[in-house]
């Protein structure tokens, strides 16, 4: 669990950085609704990345609902 919460903040800090240091202080709003054209292609490029937000929200949780749920329900016999 400790490995994919480590892996999913690597992917994403290193996105985010890179973005940063491409765009620089220009970067006002957030890429993904500013620099995309009014086409098709990118609401589809918008609705692929709320999947993605979607699915790494999942990713996330997972992991700390287990570490929690083990920790709250350690004095429980299972039944």
């Not at 220009?26 to 918008?46: G, M, R, Y």
């Not at 709320?50 to 709250?72: A, G, Q, R, W």
Request: hydrophobic share 45%; net charge negative.
């Amino acid at each position: 669990y400790k490995y994919v919460i480590i892996i999913c903040t690597v992917t994403y800090s290193l996105f985010g950085f890179t973005c940063l240091t491409a765009y620089g202080e220009s970067l006002t709003t957030p890429l993904i609704t500013d620099q995309l054209p009014h086409e098709p292609l990118s609401n589809i490029v918008k609705f692929l990345f709320c999947l993605n937000l979607l699915f790494s929200y999942i990713l996330f949780l997972y992991p700390i609902h287990t570490m929690i749920e083990t920790i709250l329900y350690k004095e429980m016999k299972e039944s």
